[in-house]
């Protein structure tokens, strides 16, 4: 796509074409490998040099928001951030709901917005807004390096570089970076010779950051060892970014101590040694109270579940401690229970700790068979209440099927509300279980297609989003493509007509019916399925009473997949849904207490 040379070409156009090129090099030489580009034409110099690099993906996109969490998706999956590019104005502010999402959730996000040079600021110029620190604290770094010229040229590689490592390795952990980057007309030019300035050999990148390593063995390390030796009741309660399982494992082993893991702790793997019906057992207050900790070890995010974080909070007032091994220092703890926070990283602190223990510490493993046979006889009861006489489909039985349903290797981004909860309810440990994402930072149901697709643009694996009708026609503007766009994926709806989670709350039982389906259920006019089919998507319908194995049929052979693909499943009123939550818990608190 290089701009031939003309007079138009000349002077400043051609040295800004040397600062975006040398920028994009050296993103790649970080290893960036997808740009998510939105058209405009103050950007015109980035988008060029972007396309002309050919060491990295870039994807257009119309809606800027939708393009934000496409980004976003791609460094949830990857860990690598995308380089997102918008042009001046309004353009620039569309993206700030993704880019507080990257800031709560951790996600690496290079977000460069084009912007006019100071001399067409503050005096009524189009397309132009105070684009200076723009998206406040939420950001890692911020630098608006002024218009390109020889007199910054030595600075430029230092630039592109160190966006990234602050994206990725910054001091308060993996977050957006926003780069405001000033251009002046004319927008196109082609670097000459010499104007890009050289890199490092053997393409090494600018600056090189350190990981922050495992807290070796240490006091807390020597706490452990001896509660496993002397029958300490503990748990470990592990969420997204808890660490490798294989290293979290390994220390519940030598520990002896039950695991707690929500579906996005990656530790669901089926071979029955983690608690993953932990919102359902511990709603029996006789279970509650007869298994309080004496220690919780809490790796990675929180649990949705506010039964099993109430449960967790009021371990102080038992006389538990609580430690939280966090490497970014975040304090991730709105209950305020932690007792001790450990920097550190968790995979290689959980291995320290396990070889400082050693393999068979724990002299017994009664309290950890407990928690198992509370997990077997929730699973077995989950099982019965979806089997049970009701058939069809519920929103329960719609999380658990798909968990079951994907295949080994894929993705499955759950939309916050409801079916996050669900999943993390009712989704059953498998053998070979899907990765689960989702966007917990600040927990809204912004963007959730979008970031889906997002996370299969950055891994080429088969993706599954699985959203509600409030969610899917939030984020419309996922659908739109142009013509020869690469997107794949599938979109599963759960449609209750409205907002599901409302129902579960306060207000549906303290307004009028009309009131609270005005200002919460909101149910919405538009056909799920038709705006589906209205942007050319093939669309397949599931209805309340088709059998289980319509959804195995509609997901079909995930890896063919070309283009996006909907599935709506049409569900029972949200009246009727909250019903069904409360038999299957009743059933989940029986069966755990008749279990003992």
Partial sequence: MSVPRSDAALGDGDLQAAFAATLVDEWVRRGVAHAVVCPGSRSTPLALALADHGGLAVHV??????????????GLATGIPAVLVTTSGTAASELHAAVVEADLARVPMVVCTADRPPELRGVGAPQTIDQHRLYGTATRWFADPGVADDGNRSTWRSLGSRAVAEAVDGPEGPGPVHLNLPFREPLLGVPGPGQVPPGRPER???????????????????????????????????????????????????LGWPVLADPRSGLRDGTGRVVAAADGLLRSEAFAAGHRPEFILRLGGPWVSKVVTTFLASASGWGAETVG???WWRWVDPDRSTGRVVRADPSSWCRAVA??????????????????AAEEAAQSAIDRALEDGTGGWSEPALARRLVAALPDESDLVVSSSMPIRDVEAFGAPRMGHPRVLANRGANGIDGVVSTAL?????????????????????????????????????????????????????????????SFETLFGTPQLPDVGRVAAGFGLPVVEIGTHDGPDALTAALGDLSDHDGVTVVRVRLPGRSENVERHARINRMVTEAVEAAG
Avoid at 234 to 250: T, Y
Avoid at 355 to 372: L, V
Avoid at 487 to 509: H, K, M
């Fill in 454 to 514: 997002g996370v299969e643009l950055g891994t080429g694996r088969p993706t599954v989003a699985l959203v509600g009708d409030l969610a899917f026609l939030h984020d419309v503007s996922a659908l739109v493509r142009s013509r020869g766009s690469r997107v794949r994926g599938t979109v599963v709806v759960a449609d209750n007509g409205g907002g599901g989670i409302f129902s579960f709350l306060p207000p549906a039982n303290a307004l009028e019916p009309d």
């Fill in 355 to 372: 070889d400082r223990i050693g393999a068979g510490a724990a002299p017994g493993t009664a309290w950890r068979h407990q928690w198992a």
């Fill in 325 to 327: 091994v966090d490497p």
């Fill in 61 to 74: 996109r119309l809606d800027e928001r939708s393009a934000a969490f496409t980004a976003l998706g791609v």
């Fill in 204 to 254: 090494a990148p600018w600056h090189r950051v350190e990981p922050i390593g495992s807290v070796g063995p240490d006091g807390l390390a020597d706490e452990l060892a001896s509660a496993a030796t002397s029958g300490v009741r503990g748990l470990m309660v592990v969420g997204a970014g808890g660490g490798d399982p294989s290293a979290v494992m390994a220390l519940a082993d030598s």
